[in-house]
């Protein structure tokens, strides 16, 4: 477990006392170059990852390109939440947008961990809630704003991440060509 980990752990549980050594043989800390994945479409979806540095992405193949879901930044969890809980193959992959370095949980540590150190159900459960909680929303604004609304939106409430985001990949998310994602962020500037 990363000291970044542990300090999230007890940002979102502060009334807690973390016993880290106890819990770090749980948790693998890997490094990944950009563009690696760390989950294929079809593969079994036996991890949970928390971005210690660097950025995810969560996507899908369709018609042979990529139609982006979620980012995960530092601090954020990801995987693919629809097959994660029951080992079945993923309908997600993931990759890493940047040099990234995350914490993996594998499915059978997940669930020791949750066995051995019961509140930390509270805290993965604060993870879901948000988690949810962010897809819900992104889903709402998707549906009612028009693409250069909700480039505005995104633009003015995730500034930082808007600037990491290589073009290609926030085209997909937003379901624009890039040409088009060129002309919202032209119109933007004007």
């Known amino acids: 477990m990363t000291e970044q980990l542990h300090l999230h752990i007890q940002q979102l549980l502060p009334g807690f006392t973390i016993p ?23 593969e079994i979806c036996d991890s949970i990852y928390f971005v ?3 950025c995810l992405y969560l996507f899908y193949n369709h018609n042979n390109q990529k139609q982006v879901v979620h980012f995960a ?3 954020w969890w990801l995987t ?4 994660f809980c029951d080992s079945k193959p993923a309908v997600y992959a993931i990759a890493a947008m940047e040099d990234s370095e995350i914490t993996c949980l594998s499915r059978t540590n997940y669930e020791t961990l949750l066995l051995q150190f019961p509140f930390m159900a ?3 459960n604060k993870i879901h809630e948000r988690a949810y909680g962010a897809a819900l929303f992104k889903q709402k604004t998707f549906a009612t704003l028009s693409k250069k609304d909700f480039y505005r939106h995104f633009r003015n409430t995730y500034p930082a991440l808007i ?28």
Do not use: C, W
């Open 20 to 42: 880290q050594e106890q819990m770090a043989h749980f948790f693998q800390t890997i490094s990944i170059k950009k563009d690696a994945l760390l989950l294929n479409e079809k």
């Open 80 to 83: 693919d939440y629809k097959t």
């Open 73 to 75: 930044l530092e601090n």
């Open 163 to 190: 600037q990491r985001i290589p073009d290609p990949i926030f085209a997909s998310y937003m379901g624009v060509s890039p040409e088009t994602l060129q002309t919202l962020k032209d119109t933007y500037i004007s």
């Open 122 to 124: 509270l805290y993965f």
């Open 52 to 54: 210690n540095k660097g």
